[in-house]
């Protein structure tokens, strides 16, 4: 914001900037370490920083209680096939509101957008009906299907719409000139150039599929069944109390490997929500 | 003038255009390309939202297999309800907390990260970093280190500080869950902030300095009404969000210590899975919609009065 | 190679119209500008030609054929963009083979098209580049190779040298023309430079406010043109404008009288006297108007002078070196023929109205 700083109150920013991250970072570090502590240790005092030895007994245990690993597999590929599907119908979406002129398109779009503004938590109850009608309680129908066509995709939709309004009409009418129809326009010059943003809306879209929470537990009741987040909460002993050790291991299991991507791909996933075009 | 060559074509001005124009074609792929979501908000969104109408004006117990019109006698529940002011009482404290206290830290960090500092993107990282990890991972963390001999409390005891049990007393299980949910996403609109701080040009800050202005005077008169854009969107995702917080409070509280975190999502949440009272929660969901449906319009209103516009 | 007719051609933007039943010829094989100030509808017509916008009312014609309903493709027609509108996801060689490859021609003939068209403009060494590695002078040259690949029967260029720097544009200009005179194809240039449109094109179209104000060649509108506002655009410096009265004498205004026989065949009517700056010469007090030197600009090999004719500012080009100071007095008029009269309402040259 302002032009050079004085050296102290650099150093003033710079331990202000660490005290903050403290509630930032300290949490996953902790989780990581905490499940790598026999139980005893977790709760002991003073808090240990570090594990005194690397106890993988958890680890074991998480896999051995639940079907972990079909849990994982779950979350995995319902994940993948929203982030598909989203993308796919975003797009079009997307490109249709941003470029095309149709009668009611503006009417249209508003009335979409406005499906943002209705929380899951509201047509939880009808849907829950439908899908019985359906028969398709207990599979994962319901988990892909919602954030699919939802609120989740209108959020993309909007997003690629914002990205398309940006996209230089010439290009089109070049294209246009040199004889495509508007679906190849789509496709070999509109969407090639919308990698930006079609990479922040499937990093989001994966994440928010990945810990969706309330669909999970609404519409599932076998465990083999189960996502991620609806597992992590059941690791309960005899009285209902959580089994703290096993669930930081898997909750390390289940945040791991989104942070791996993260930290390797984190100029994408901060840039592309900057850029998204939700400045305003 | 030249003369001109081939002679036109007979065509008398106003002749008979093809059905399929142009414009015509190009307005069906338009609907084409829309269809998949149009389809999808309808069944998805619009008809889910017109059955929970319909279902508050029922007495539905999936277990006893009953479906009655009872009218509006949910509604009249509802306004009997002893449990609903402490209800939404909770809604709004949380929601304003967590909103307030959500912005401010996010403007906060947002400055803080844009003073061009060494090592600004990797902090950037660090702050965004517990937006991607898991939500319910997030939360059992916090909520183990929010135990009464956890991790808080442990180092709180190192200064000589006795904590409370953070989640069980009444006053602290709120700001315990607001503080968690806080910290998971503040990142999002740390970034979107920092992103509008930094379109705003340079020039206009060296202008005012010239013009003696002191930082201060700077941050209100030229970056407050320029991010003014950003920070009405993020207010508006954030408090809609806010309305929408379910799992926090399902894993840390579950609605205790007695009602204290049963906010209205949760409330819903109970009368339908766990007391199985499907018409009155879905009373209690058009009373969420409705809620949800009012702030936001009086936030988009509000933009004319502060929301800063260059056209 | 084709001819273009556009037969009436109006165009309505909801309830505004931008273009006034506009009639237009042009031959198979010429080279037309299209020229007018900001907002006159010239690129809004060119759209209308290439098929980008709807024709409200009126007919187009390419060749024999009425494209009015038809689609871009479907007109033979290219067309080159003021922004260039390149792929940027495409080397040069895909952008230039774009086309031809949609229509699903063999591989080797695009090829061969794209190389002859990369020789002809130079750009053999780019083919494999991406548009964002390229200067703006080859990227303006990738984007005439994609429209000369096509050989089409129209070339159509929307300002296309707008963008590039002073010098560069010189050296396009020639290339461009020569281009045509290569390859004659019917080309329909739109500039808001009408220099480049004198420099390039067989005829010129004038445009204003949705209306053709004169078309002819460029020395016809130069030497004659139809009414103020083409005088006022073509050439440059502008030409100088003079209110006042013709009469037997010459032309009079703000208590001078210029040279000119031609107002005597006008004489009594209020009119507008064109002279342009380069068409003053000095004289000696009986034949000449005084006029009093305001601002000097030395160019070298020229003098430009604002001076105060009367009481009009006028600008005086002189192909000598001059030493003149602010406040000289010097005598001037018109040089023989070099007069042009307008109505003073209409704009209307004169010649072409009836003597009063």
């Known amino acids: 914001m302002n032009s050079e700083l004085a050296p102290r109150a650099k150093v003033a920013l710079y331990g202000l900037i660490c005290l903050l991250l403290i509630p930032f970072v300290f949490p996953t570090w902790w989780m990581v370490t905490s499940s790598l502590k026999p139980i005893s240790d977790i709760f002991v005092f003073p808090p240990q920083l570090f594990p005194s030895h690397p106890d993988w007994s958890s680890y074991r245990q998480v896999f051995s209680i639940q079907p972990f690993a079909q849990q994982y597999w779950n979350s995995a590929w319902i994940a993948a096939v929203v982030t598909a599907g989203t993308l796919a119908i975003a797009s079009m979406a997307g490109y249709a509101f941003a470029r095309i002129r149709f009668p009611g398109a503006d009417a249209l779009f508003v009335v979409v957008l406005t499906g943002l503004l209705i929380p899951s938590e509201v047509t939880i109850v009808p849907l829950f009906r439908l899908f019985l009608m359906a028969g398709a309680i207990n599979t994962h129908w319901p988990l892909v299907l919602i954030p699919m066509f939802g609120p989740p995709c209108v959020f993309a939709t909007f997003v690629m719409r914002q990205f398309f309004v940006t996209l230089p009409r010439e290009l089109e009418e070049a294209a246009r000139v040199d004889g495509l129809g508007r679906f190849e326009i789509f496709r070999t010059i509109a969407l090639p150039l919308a990698r930006p943003a079609l990479a922040s809306v499937a990093i989001f879209t994966f994440l928010n599929s990945w810990n969706l929470y309330l669909e999970p537990i609404v519409f599932l009741s076998t465990p083999a069944k189960f996502t991620l987040p609806q597992a992590l909460t059941q690791y309960t002993d005899a009285y209902g109390g959580p089994m703290w050790n096993i669930q930081l291991a898997a909750a390390t299991l289940t945040a791991l490997p989104v942070l791996i991507v993260f930290v390797l791909a984190q100029k994408q996933f901060v840039e592309g929500l900057a850029h998204s075009g939700l400045k305003g | 003038m030249a003369s001109s060559n081939e002679s036109m074509p007979e065509a008398p001005t106003g002749a008979a255009r093809p059905f399929w124009t142009i414009a015509r074609r190009d307005a069906l792929a338009g609907w084409l390309f829309a269809a998949p979501q149009l389809a999808g908000t309808l069944v998805f969104v619009w008809l889910p939202l017109a059955m929970v109408f319909w279902f508050s004006l029922h007495e539905w117990n999936v277990l006893a297999n009953t479906f009655n019109f009872t009218g509006l006698r949910n509604y009249q529940q509802l306004a009997a309800d002893p449990s609903l002011p402490g209800v939404l009482l909770a809604s709004a404290l949380f929601s304003v907390g967590l909103v307030l206290f959500n912005l401010s830290l996010a403007l906060l960090l947002a400055v803080l990260l844009n003073q061009r500092l060494a090592g600004t993107a990797l902090f950037r990282t660090l702050f965004f970093s517990p937006v991607v990890v898991s939500l319910v991972a997030w939360t059992i963390v916090w909520g183990f280190l929010l135990q009464q001999d956890g991790g808080i409390n442990g180092t709180l005891r190192l200064l000589g500080i ?74 508006i995702i954030t408090v809609v969000g806010s309305l929408q917080v379910f799992a926090q409070i399902a894993v840390l509280t579950q609605g205790g210590p007695g009602l204290s975190t049963t906010v209205l999502v949760y409330y819903l949440y109970q009368q339908s899975f766990q007391f199985h009272r499907f018409g009155y929660g879905s009373t209690l969901a058009i009373v969420l919609f409705a809620i949800v449906a009012l702030l936001t319009l009086a936030q988009w209103r509000l933009r004319r009065m502060f929301v800063f516009h260059e056209q | 190679m084709a001819a273009v007719q556009l037969s009436q051609v109006k165009k309505h933007f909801g309830a505004v119209q931008v273009i006034h039943g506009v009639e237009l010829n042009i031959q198979d094989g010429e080279f037309v500008a299209l020229v007018g100030p900001s907002g006159c509808g010239k690129s809004t ?282 406040g000289d007095a010097m005598h001037l008029r018109p040089k023989a023929g070099a007069v042009h009269l307008f109505d003073a309402s209409s704009g209307l040259r004169l010649d072409d109205v009836q003597a009063a």
């Not at chain 3, 194809?185 to 009408?194: E, N, R």
């Not at chain 3, 030409?239 to 001078?256: H, K, L, S």
């Not at chain 3, 001076?307 to 000598?320: I, K, N, S, Y």
């Open chain 3, 45 to 326: 017509l060119l759209r209308m030609i290439a098929g980008l916008e709807t024709v409200t009312q009126g007919r187009i014609a390419i060749g024999a054929r009425d494209v009015t309903d038809l689609d871009p493709k479907e007109r033979d027609i290219a067309m080159v963009f003021q922004n260039y509108a390149l792929y940027p996801h495409m080397t040069v060689a895909a952008n230039m083979g774009f086309s031809l490859e949609h229509r699903g021609r063999p591989r080797p003939e695009i090829a061969e098209r794209v190389r002859w068209a990369a020789d002809i403009l130079g750009l053999a060494q780019l083919l494999e580049r991406y548009p964002r590695q390229l200067s703006g002078g080859q990227r303006q040259r990738v984007a005439m190779g994609r429209a000369i690949v096509r050989d089409p029967q129209v070339f159509l260029f929307d300002e296309p040298l707008s963008n590039l720097d002073a010098k560069l544009r010189i050296v396009m200009r020639g290339e461009i023309k020569a281009l045509h005179q290569r390859l004659r194809t019917t080309t329909v240039y739109v500039t808001h430079d009408q220099v480049e449109a004198m420099t390039m094109a067989d005829r010129i179209v004038v445009l204003n406010a949705g209306r053709i104000e004169q078309v002819g060649s460029p020395l016809e509108l130069f030497d004659r043109p139809a009414n103020q506002f083409v005088a006022g655009f073509i050439g440059s410096p502008a030409m100088n404008f003079i209110r006042g009265r013709c009469t037997p004498e010459g032309f009079a205004a703000g208590g001078i009288v210029l040279r000119a026989p031609e107002a005597a065949a006008h004489a009594g009517r209020e009119a507008v006297c064109g002279i342009r700056p380069e068409h003053f010469e000095r004289c000696g007090e009986g034949s000449g108007a005084p006029a009093r030197v305001e601002v000097v600009e030395p160019l070298g090999s020229q003098t430009q002078l604002l001076l105060r004719l009367g009481d009009t500012p006028v600008v005086a080009l002189f192909h000598e070196r001059m030493a003149a100071l602010p």
């Open chain 2, 162 to 235: 006795e904590g409370p049990n953070w989640l069980r007393a009444p006053g602290t299980a709120m700001l315990s869950v607001i503080v968690v949910q806080v910290f998971k996403n503040v990142g999002l609109n740390m970034v979107l902030f920092l992103a509008a701080l930094q379109g705003v040009p340079r020039e206009l800050y060296e202008a005012a300095r010239i013009d003696g202005a002191s930082r201060l005077k700077q941050f209100r008169r030229i970056t407050l009404p320029l991010i003014s854009p950003t920070i009405l969107l993020t207010s």
